[in-house]
Structure formats: C-alpha cells, structure tokens
C-alpha cells in the first residue's frame, strides 16, 4: 500500500465513529396499564435483537393463558363492548325505516325512468340506421 493508501485508510477509519447502542425502551404489558389508559408503545422497525424488526406484540410475558381461559376472557370482553353500544330508540328506527324506504322507491321510479328512455332513443336510433342504410 502506498502512503496515500495509508491516510485514505486512515482517515476512512478515523472519521467513522461506532456506532452508539442505546438499549430499547422498556417492553410494557397492557395488563401494566391502568384502565383507560393508552395502548402500550408499539416496538419500532430495528428495535429487535441486532437491529431486526421487533415482533408486533402486545408485550404480554409468560406462559399463554389456555383455551378455555382465552374464550372466557373473550366473552367478557364482548359483554363489556356491548355495554357501550348507544342503541336507537324505537322512535328512531321507525324514522330511518321511513327515510331509507322512501328513497329506495324514489330511486327506482328513476332509474326505471331512464331505462325507459334509453331503450326508446335506442329502440329510435336502430330504426334511423335501418332507414339510411335503406332496409325496411
């Protein structure tokens, strides 16, 4: 190597510094998290072992629950979402009924319409190029 070789060499090495390894954040579970809080941070991309993709989960640790304690968890879960649902009163649902039966006729009185009319200026239109071509 000759000495340019050398200072280019050097240089190269001297002006890359390591990089600096910051530990990941610390993995939350969401069941660490007081109810109504937000989600636990989501692990971003090179946030893994050696810079690979962190898998995107919950950060629950532990063995996993079994199969009959996962489905129960479920139900619960469904009962709590139920309870949140705003229903519509009686009142309500009679007037959406009216209002979507309404426009369900409106539209097929129209569109029964322009069919009429397109089958008609279609019906008039073969019958000019039967006469311009000259057949009877």
Do not use: C
């Amino acid at each position: 190597m000759s000495k340019k070789d050398d200072q280019i060499t050097g240089e190269r090495e001297d002006s890359v510094e390591p990089p600096v390894a910051e530990p990941p954040p610390a993995r939350v579970s969401s069941a660490d998290v007081p109810p109504g809080a937000p989600a636990p941070r989501v692990a971003r991309f090179g946030e893994g072992p050696e810079g690979r993709g962190a898998r995107r989960e919950r950060g629950v640790s532990g063995a996993r629950a079994g199969f009959f304690e996962r489905v129960a968890q479920f139900l619960r879960d469904i009962r709590a979402e139920m309870r949140r649902v705003s229903w519509p009163t009686a009142n309500e649902v009679k007037n959406t009924t009216i209002i979507t039966l309404i426009a369900v006729i409106f539209f097929a009185i129209y569109l029964f319409v322009v069919d009429q009319a397109l089958a008609f200026l279609i019906a008039q239109l073969e019958h000019l190029v039967n006469w311009l071509i000259g057949i009877v």
